[in-house]
């Protein structure tokens, strides 16, 4: 079992930064991790991953180069650094993992997620 819990989100003015944090524990040794997003309406969707490593990360079209995901397996816990954040960003971000060394862009390759931390952008 893998217990995940999320931290950081908030209100945010059009342009600016956030840092989301997500606090693993359980079984957590060799599992990728993964940040993903479900706005209003809209269906879940991926934003960024990791590997177990923290050696290859891989983003989503519209976050790249804006966002940056990282892990410091030594105290479990998974970040986001969000960046030039803008409207489309809003929405509840959620972090998973799965049992696996390497990441996956799919929802379904992730076999724990937590429960979410809102991020709302305004203008």
């Known amino acids: 079992q893998v217990q995940l819990v999320e931290s950081g989100g908030g209100l945010v003015q059009a342009g600016g930064s956030l840092r989301l944090s997500c606090r693993f524990s359980?079984?957590?040794?060799?599992?990728?991790m993964g940040w993903f997003r479900q706005a209003n309406g809209k269906e879940r969707e991926y934003v960024a991953t990791?590997?177990?490593?923290?050696?290859?990360?891989a983003y989503s079209e519209s976050v790249e180069g804006r966002f940056t995901i990282s892990r410091d397996n030594a105290v479990g816990t998974l970040y986001l650094q969000m960046d030039r954040l803008t409207l489309e960003d809003t929405a509840v971000h959620y972090c998973?993992?799965?049992?696996?060394?390497?990441?996956?862009?799919?929802?379904?390759?992730?076999?724990?997620w937590g429960q979410g931390t809102q991020v709302t952008v305004s203008s």
């Open positions: 998973a993992s799965r049992n696996n060394y390497f990441g996956s862009t799919s929802l379904g390759a992730y076999d724990y």
């Open positions: 359980g079984d957590t040794f060799g599992t990728a």
């Open positions: 990791i590997n177990w490593f923290g050696s290859k990360c």
